[in-house]
């Protein structure tokens, strides 16, 4: 029973440690097609921004204590901020602005 139980965790040993045969760096690595981009925030960092193609990392929005929450559109164009109002508690400050340039909209 001992040797089962070995030869049963030494097989899932092998299977786990399976490594994968495509570089992630090589122009036909599967990942590079896939369109779009991913927008994350990074603790105390700021917002960024990977384009999935290019494989490349940048800030979109440098890190802001008064910013509660973001949003980007759909066509990857506006970027909304939704900011604290200093001295009023309550009140919330809506912000939208162009991803190229930084120009404020509203």
């Known amino acids: 029973m001992k040797k089962l139980t070995l030869l049963f ?3 899932i ?3 786990a440690c399976h490594k994968e045969k495509d570089d ?3 122009p036909d690595n599967e990942m590079k097609k896939l369109p779009g981009s991913i927008y994350y925030k990074w603790a105390d960092e700021g917002i960024f921004v990977i384009d999935l193609p290019s494989a490349s990392r940048s800030l979109l929005l440098p890190d802001r204590v008064q910013r509660n929450d973001w949003d980007i559109s759909v066509d990857n164009k506006y970027v909304l901020e939704s900011s604290d109002v200093q001295g009023d508690y309550q009140a919330s400050q809506f912000t939208l602005s162009n991803i190229s340039d930084g120009a404020i909209l509203k």
């Open 24 to 26: 992630p760096g090589s």
């Open 9 to 11: 965790c030494l097989s």
């Open 13 to 15: 040993f092998l299977v």
